[in-house]
């Protein structure tokens, strides 16, 4: 199992291009996460998915959109990138939402918005 | 809403226990955790610990919760050099999404 993937690693993007954040999990899972993580910041929440077919606004959701493409894949859209959108990206998932302890986070796409 | 907090480093000798402490302000938090966080990876969970109880153990891991103080801490027996990294608090808050600190950077000196 790969647990859950992220695509890309990096990116770099300019002021108002836009670009999805890719990812997939292989666990079967439910419930789904975007974070994003800035330096000497904890995790914020974007938006998650608590089950194929829902979405819901996280603490941070301005500036993004998300799918819920079938049960393995969740993306991440900006529409229109801006320099406080760089930050390095988180996916997780959970086996479902009211399960926190079997949440597997992704490696993290890193972010640079010029 | 929920706050998490804690200090932002540790330096600890090779060898030493290492105590990470964690703060939260919502006192119905069910379900408290600590990540850990290694240079360019994901969190990977360490442990957690339900609210009804006061201290959970898993090998060289000791969480200790005071639901009193609302204070967290976790105790790392015999800190090796593969223990630095970030260490993460995390609260469940009322709608089942987790609440982070912004990390306890720990740096263990050989």
């Known amino acids: 199992n790969a647990g859950v993937t992220q695509t890309p690693k990096f990116q770099v993007l300019k002021t108002g291009q836009s670009m999805t954040l890719q990812c997939a999990q292989d666990?079967?899972?439910?419930?789904m996460y975007w974070y994003r993580q800035d330096p000497g910041m904890g995790l914020r929440l974007i938006y998650y998915?608590?089950?194929?077919?829902?979405?819901d606004k996280g603490e941070v959701p301005n500036g993004y959109n998300v799918s819920r493409l079938n049960k393995r894949e969740f993306s991440l859209r900006l529409e229109s990138a801006a320099p406080s959108q760089t930050s390095v990206y988180f996916c997780?998932?959970?086996?479902?939402?009211?399960?926190?302890?079997?949440?597997?986070f992704g490696p993290g796409t890193r972010l640079l918005v010029l | 809403g929920e706050d998490v907090e804690q200090s932002l480093f540790l330096s600890v000798r090779e060898g030493d226990s290492s105590v990470i402490n964690c703060t939260y302000t919502?006192?119905?938090?069910?379900?408290l955790y600590w990540y850990k966080q290694e240079p360019g990876a994901g969190l990977q969970l360490l442990t957690y610990?339900?609210?009804?109880?006061d201290m959970k153990q898993d090998q060289r891991l000791t969480v200790l919760l005071n639901k009193k103080d609302k204070h967290l801490s976790l105790r790392i027996a015999d800190t090796q050099t593969g223990d630095s990294a970030i260490y993460f608090c995390?609260?469940?808050?009322?709608?089942?999404?987790?609440?982070f600190g912004s990390g306890t950077r720990l740096l263990v000196r050989p």
């Open positions: 997780a998932s959970t086996r479902d939402r009211v399960y926190l302890e079997t949440q597997y």
């Open positions: 666990m079967n899972h439910n419930s």
């Open positions: 998915s608590a089950s194929e077919g829902t979405t």
């Open positions: 919502d006192s119905s938090s069910t379900y």
């Open positions: 610990i339900f609210s009804n109880m």
């Open positions: 995390a609260a469940m808050d009322s709608s089942y999404k987790l609440i």
